[in-house]
């Protein structure tokens, strides 16, 4: 396996080189005055950290114009333009830097990444970057085989699992190039050919175009005619805008200060309780809580705490997070059908929370 390696994402437009020297720096930079380019060490730098300024560059041709830095384990340069900018500091701090590149701009730096990959890979070094492909089926075969797990033939239909990672919605067990169906998060009803991705989720190939990562449990075939009923979508209050108004709620009736041990021991209960009616699938519970995890002093009351829970496919996940700077997480790593007890615990511990400080008036 080549040790030497850069990163050059086709939808980024920055050039990552790991371990990379100045001489090839060195002759990056030639390479990019010979297209034109204008290079001298970065005029910030050089004014606000002058003892940094001999490892900072800056470029420019036209319109297009980069920075570079190099450090001990490499060097990196980073494209951008500053005419059509959305941050206020200007091009180079935008995110999609690529997108909101002007035509003939982005046509310029494409030449030129492509250039300097070439004159990098002459060196010696292999682009780690997922590589572009056209069709849903070939970026999901090249998913299944850069995957650690990997094992040769894993992709064909002959293929066999272990029948906790494929087993449906109906019990019935799950082979690699299958019709399967599915109902998204608006109770569409879609199909795709499956193939099996880790653990219990498995990649579903759409159309020519597009896919998807779906759990085991949530695919199924056409056998009965209430499959095949489309299913009302949900107009209540989705549970993301429920934890944001949850976590005004607690910052403005309660704080920190005020939260003790008994407080968040009443919490973890009510999560569990949620818990035990939640999805049977995922198996959601929690997680003996760590010491490293809580921190609540008697006279200043919480400065951070977590709870977090595992599943029947993951040990330990968010649940709910009070952090040290006052923000409060709830599952980030959840959708908004799994997100719904921490919301609704949260929500009766804060109505629990409110007649203890009233009594306590």
């Known amino acids: 396996m080549n040790k030497l390696t850069y990163y050059a994402d086709p939808k980024d437009t920055s050039i990552t080189v790991n371990d990379g020297k100045k001489d090839l720096l060195d002759k990056v930079f030639g390479l990019l005055e010979s297209r034109g380019f204008k290079i001298q060490t970065d005029q910030r730098i050089l004014k606000e950290a002058p003892i940094l300024a001999d490892s900072y560059w800056e470029g420019i041709k036209g319109d297009l114009q980069f920075k570079s830095h190099i450090y001990p384990a490499g060097f990196d340069i980073k494209f951008f333009q500053e005419i059509v900018t959305e941050n206020r500091h200007g091009g180079y701090y935008d995110f999609d830097k690529l997108e909101?590149?002007?035509?003939l701009v982005k046509c310029e730096?494409?030449?030129?990444?492509?250039?300097?990959?070439?004159?990098?890979?002459?060196?010696?070094?292999?682009?780690?970057?997922?590589p572009e492909f056209k069709g849903s089926y070939d970026k999901v075969m090249y998913k299944i085989k850069s995957c650690w797990h990997y094992e040769e033939g894993k992709e064909l239909p002959s293929f066999e699992f272990p029948s906790y990672n494929a087993k449906d919605r109906d019990d019935k067990q799950l082979y690699n190039g299958q019709m399967k169906y599915f109902r998204d998060r608006k109770g569409r009803l879609k199909r795709g050919i499956?193939?099996?991705?880790?653990?219990?989720?498995?990649?579903?190939?759409?159309?020519?175009k597009d896919y998807t990562n779906i759990g085991a449990f949530q695919l199924f075939d056409l056998t009965?005619?209430?499959?095949?009923?489309?299913?009302?979508?949900?107009?209540?209050?989705?549970?993301r805008v429920?934890?944001?108004?949850?976590?005004?709620?607690?910052n403005e009736e309660f704080s920190y200060s005020m939260i003790n041990e008994v407080h968040m021991n009443h919490l973890r209960l009510l999560v569990s309780n949620e818990l035990v009616n939640h999805d049977k699938e995922i198996n959601l519970s929690i997680r003996a809580p760590r010491k490293k995890d809580t921190d609540i002093l008697k006279r200043k009351?919480?400065?951070?705490t977590a709870?977090?829970?595992?599943?029947?496919?993951?040990?330990?996940r968010e649940g709910i997070t009070f952090n040290q700077d006052g923000f409060i997480g709830f599952a980030g790593w959840a959708s908004g059908y799994n997100l719904?007890?921490?919301?609704d615990a949260f929500e009766k511990w804060m109505d629990w929370l409110n007649e203890v400080v009233e009594r306590a008036a």
Not at 100 to 103: A, E, R, S
Not at 224 to 239: A, C, G, L, N
Not at 301 to 304: M, T
Not at 340 to 343: I, L, M, S, T, Y
């Open 194 to 208: 499956i193939y099996h991705n880790i653990n219990n989720m498995w990649w579903v190939i759409l159309n020519k």
């Open 242 to 250: 429920r934890a944001e108004k949850a976590r005004t709620r607690f």
């Open 340 to 343: 719904k007890p921490f919301v």
């Open 224 to 239: 009965t005619e209430e499959d095949r009923i489309p299913k009302i979508y949900s107009r209540v209050i989705p549970h």
């Open 301 to 304: 009351g919480l400065r951070y």
């Open 307 to 316: 709870i977090t829970v595992k599943g029947s496919y993951f040990d330990r």
């Open 100 to 103: 909101k590149m002007p035509y």
């Open 109 to 130: 730096f494409k030449i030129v990444r492509k250039l300097i990959c070439e004159l990098i890979e002459s060196e010696g070094f292999s682009n780690r970057a997922e």
